[in-house]
């Protein structure tokens, strides 16, 4: 890899001589699915991807902050005393779940 960034004029990167590429690579391809970027990126082993290599930069945290997907609630909470109670049809067709 030394080699490589010498002969391309690159200066050598800090924390390594792969990694700080495998980050790039990581980091380039998080809008594709993660299995896809590990076998592209020749990772056997998921976690050691997401856990060393999966880092955002400010972009990513900004877009996350600022673009937040909305959950939509139908029919209010799901469980507890608040939930609100579905009226059976009076046709019986509730029988058949329809």
């Given at each position: 890899m030394e080699q490589a960034e010498d002969a391309a004029g690159l200066p050598k990167l800090v924390s390594g001589t792969c990694h700080p590429y495998r980050r790039k690579w990581r980091s380039e391809g998080s809008h594709h699915p993660i299995k896809a970027v590990?076998?592209?990126?020749?990772?056997?082993?998921?976690?050691?991807?997401?856990?060393?290599?999966?880092?955002?930069?400010?972009?990513?945290?900004?877009?996350?902050?600022?673009?937040?997907?909305?959950?939509?609630?139908?029919?209010?909470?799901?469980?507890?005393?608040?939930?609100?109670?579905?009226?059976?049809?009076?046709?019986?067709l509730h029988v058949l779940g329809l």
């Open positions: 590990a076998v592209a990126g020749a990772w056997t082993d998921f976690d050691t991807m997401l856990k060393c290599y999966d880092q955002p930069d400010d972009a990513d945290l900004l877009a996350v902050t600022s673009e937040p997907r909305k959950r939509r609630e139908t029919n209010g909470p799901r469980n507890g005393p608040s939930a609100p109670k579905k009226e059976e049809p009076e046709h019986g």
